[in-house]
């Protein structure tokens, strides 16, 4: 059974850092695409960054280049998120979901697409 647990999330101030981490157990093919998605108070599920697992390539929303970096650690099994300058308008509900796919269909971080899911970790940005 495929399992997504995330954790690192918590309450930082503008400015601050937070490393999210995404622990995947469970499959019986490793997943292509792994995404971090986002969900704030009243606004839709979004797509944050996201890695293509076979070469590395790594792709970001616009409102978070050159703050966020995503990673991976393929033999622990492991995804990050390091979050960097944090703005209020990154309080959310931030997920993580794999797909297996192609690079290019992974670049989009479309989050219907995406198979399995974790249930969360809340990150709260104040000013």
């Known amino acids: 059974q495929v399992q997504l647990v995330e954790s690192g999330g918590g309450s930082v101030q503008a400015g601050g850092s937070l490393r999210l981490s995404c622990a995947a157990s469970g499959y019986t093919y490793s997943p292509d695409c792994v995404g971090w998605f986002r969900q704030g108070p009243g606004k839709e599920r979004e797509g944050v960054a996201a890695i293509y697992i076979g070469g590395g390539s790594t792709y970001y929303a616009d409102s978070v280049k050159g703050r966020f970096t995503i990673s991976r650690d393929n033999a622990k099994g492991m995804v990050y998120l390091q979050m960097n300058s944090l703005k209020p308008e990154d309080t959310a509900m931030y997920y993580c979901?794999?797909?297996?796919?192609?690079?290019?269909?992974?670049?989009?971080?479309?989050?219907?697409?995406?198979?399995?899911w974790g249930q969360g970790t809340q990150v709260t940005v104040s000013s």
């Open positions: 979901a794999t797909l297996r796919t192609t690079a290019t269909i992974c670049s989009m971080m479309r989050s219907g697409l995406f198979t399995y």
